[in-house]
């Protein structure tokens, strides 16, 4: 922008040191609101999509800030990006997980897994894997109730760095998730270098799936490659029941969306779980 003239220079400076005032005075309120319990998890239930039958939950953050409101995590989370206040943020997180997980299986949900999104900050510090191993044997959890969700965001920062973060996380026992397939520039060849077992089809596909071609056809595409390559495949942003079935249909594996369910505040947990069982 600065070869527009003086004006858009000053323009870009300015913008420049409110985003990083922005991220400044973000970090300090991370940490804040952790210390002071601001923060809480929201479930959204996967449904496999051919039983209807419950897979798992994908645990979302949520900010209750006491003057603005919920935030939402996209507007806090890519700002926090690479700040030791999201890795300490990502530990309460999955430790928080752990815990929900342990509650599912109390009530007898014994296969029910969780997913998990992890941050670039997150995936490349060395801490990940023997804070993951020390949860583990505390709860006493097996790894594969988990499912580590990472973006391509998440993955570009470092490739060779991520793959071996992968490979010792995998040999842990945990299985890892590429979400938001699709939208990034390099999506297949994460599939072809990463030991990935599961894609998340972008919710930007699904929601026109029934009325634009290509996003129909690049779905079906999409599936029918991911599980030729022997991965499992998740239809994100579900919304409507002719889209579940179109998708049950192509055999996607699970879906996940306000169809079935939005996210659960981890407070109705419980109860979500009780009118299941009873149903
Ligand atoms: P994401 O990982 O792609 O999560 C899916 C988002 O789609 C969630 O938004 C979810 O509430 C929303 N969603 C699910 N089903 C539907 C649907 O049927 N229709 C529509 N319109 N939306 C649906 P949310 O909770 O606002 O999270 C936004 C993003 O923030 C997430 O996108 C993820 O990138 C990030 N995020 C959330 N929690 C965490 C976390 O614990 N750690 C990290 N690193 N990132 C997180
Ligand atoms: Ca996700
Ligand atoms: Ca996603
Ligand atoms: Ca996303």
């Not at 922008?1 to 870009?12: S, V």
């Not at 973006?151 to 992968?166: N, Y």
Request: net charge negative.
């Amino acid at each position: 922008a600065k070869d527009n003239g003086g004006d858009q220079f000053h323009i870009y400076h300015q913008d420049m040191y409110q985003r990083v005032a922005h991220r400044v005075m973000m970090e300090s309120e991370v940490r804040q609101a952790l210390a002071k319990g601001q923060f809480s998890l929201s479930l959204q239930p996967q449904i496999v999509a051919k039983s209807k039958q419950l897979y798992g939950f994908e645990a979302l953050l949520r900010w209750k800030h006491p003057e603005k409101g919920m935030i939402s995590p996209d507007d806090f989370i890519p700002i926090l990006e690479n700040s030791e206040h999201m890795v300490e943020l990502g530990y309460w997180i999955i430790r928080r997980c752990f815990e929900h997980c342990q509650e599912l299986r109390n009530l007898g949900l014994n296969e029910v897994r969780i997913a998990i999104n992890l941050s670039a900050g997150q995936f490349i510090d060395v801490n990940l894997p023997s804070f993951l191993r020390a949860l583990l044997a505390e709860f006493n959890l097996p790894a594969k109730c988990f499912e580590l969700e990472l973006t391509e965001q998440t993955l570009v920062k470092d490739i060779d760095r991520a793959i071996e973060m992968m490979n010792a996380l995998k040999e842990i026992g945990f299985s890892f998730a590429i979400d938001d397939f699709g939208t990034g520039y390099s999506s297949l060849a994460y599939i072809k270098k990463m030991p990935v077992d599961v894609i998340k089809i972008d919710k930007s596909f699904i929601f026109g799936m029934l009325e634009n071609h290509a996003d129909y056809q690049i779905i079906i595409s999409t599936i029918a490659m991911v599980k030729n390559l022997g991965l499992k495949v998740v239809a994100e942003g579900v919304e409507t029941g002719a889209q579940l079935r179109s998708l049950a249909e192509n055999d996607c594996d699970i879906i996940q969306g306000y169809y079935f369910s939005k996210p659960i505040p981890e407070a109705e947990l419980f109860d979500f779980i009780k009118s299941q069982i009873s149903d």
